[in-house]
């Protein structure tokens, strides 16, 4: 259970957006009205505060996040678009089509975001206060929907207070959602493929593409990982050793708290203050960098299973799982 936060609730007003954006640049949590449905927003650039959003909405799994911008001009740093993928875009957005498409080089969201993918996914809502807050904020924004994992997603402020009060910073009060089901999710990484259905219906971007689009292999609800990332999924190519209490030959070190064994070539730790926030934040990249110093294995030093911990430690499960 994270900390109980002061959650306020305010009308989305211009001071109450130029406050939420404020608060989002503390690296604060912000759930705000989107055409389709409530958004729980933060940096998405900032490993924390993204990390406290799976705190949040509790039963953290580290599934992507949607990063949210104010135009398509702003999605250009982000993702590599294909002409394809930049017609969707001139048609339907703002509005509630989703794009998974590669990460541009340099791209800005933080690894947790995209739960440690080589592919984001973007969105440009069609709402006025989603897009005010956007500009005003001035830097991507990840947001799920804005309820308890498990519970259905929220489409008027008060359903975000009942799922999330104590949990978030701030609420702001845009009335009711006018789509009411989430975004529709396309992917270009391979095949154009429908990752989930939604707001805009199919038929209406195979119009425009001019065939029809592929559909994401059928996985079961509670399944783990999300629809069209079970094949890419970041492994990394060293072996990962779990719940290690020292270090072998040749093995890099994914550390955990103060008390670190020694004899690791390369070491880094996930956070020395014993900190899930921290170390969920950390994660990803920590695991990229441990793979890429050449060791031939990664060992994991354990972490508690509470909070974010869980998610944490299935992520490092799956990343410990032998390959196909
Ligand atoms: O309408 C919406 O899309 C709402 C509003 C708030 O914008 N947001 C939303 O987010 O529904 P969320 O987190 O509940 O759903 C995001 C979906 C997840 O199924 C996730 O797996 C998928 O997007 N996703 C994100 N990045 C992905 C990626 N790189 N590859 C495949 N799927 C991805
Ligand atoms: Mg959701």
Request: glycine share 8%.
């Amino acid at each position: 259970m994270p900390s109980k936060v002061a959650t306020r609730f305010l009308d989305a007003t211009r001071d109450a957006i130029a406050e939420a954006a404020r608060v989002l640049g503390a690296g604060g949590l912000v759930a705000f009205p989107t055409e389709t449905v409530y958004g729980l927003g933060a940096d998405a650039t900032n490993g924390e505060a993204v990390a406290r959003i799976y705190s949040a909405k509790g039963r953290p799994q580290f599934n992507p996040l949607i990063s949210h911008v104010a135009d398509a001009k702003a999605a250009l740093p982000l993702a590599r678009f294909t002409d394809e993928a930049k017609l969707l875009a001139g048609v339907f957005w703002p509005g509630p089509l989703t794009l998974v498409l590669p990460k541009a080089d340099g791209c800005p969201v933080s690894e947790l975001a995209t739960a440690g993918l080589d592919s984001i996914a973007v969105r440009v809502p069609d709402h006025t206060i989603a897009r005010d807050l956007l500009k005003a904020f001035g830097r991507p924004v990840v947001a799920p929907s804005a309820n308890q994992s498990g519970h259905v997603s929220p489409t008027l402020a008060e359903h975000v207070r009942t799922d999330l009060d104590g949990r978030v910073d701030l609420i702001v009060d845009g009335g009711p959602t006018s789509v009411g089901i989430e975004s529709t999710i396309v992917s270009f990484l391979d095949t154009p493929t429908l990752l989930r259905p939604g707001g805009l219906p199919r038929e209406a971007i195979e119009r425009v593409l001019g065939y029809e689009l592929a559909d994401a292999e059928p996985v079961a609800d509670n399944a783990p990982l999300a629809p069209g990332m079970l094949s890419s999924h970041y492994a990394p190519r060293a072996g990962v050793r779990l719940n290690a209490i020292d270090v072998r030959p040749g093995e890099a070190l994914l550390a955990f708290g103060d008390v670190v064994p020694s004899g690791a070539a390369t070491m880094l730790n996930l956070s020395a203050s014993g900190d899930l926030v921290e170390a969920a934040a950390n994660l990803f990249s920590h695991l990229r960098a441990l793979d890429a110093s050449g060791a031939a294995g990664i060992a994991v030093m354990p972490i508690p299973n509470d909070d974010l911990g869980e998610a944490i430690n299935d992520r490092l499960a799956r990343a410990a799982a032998p390959r196909p």
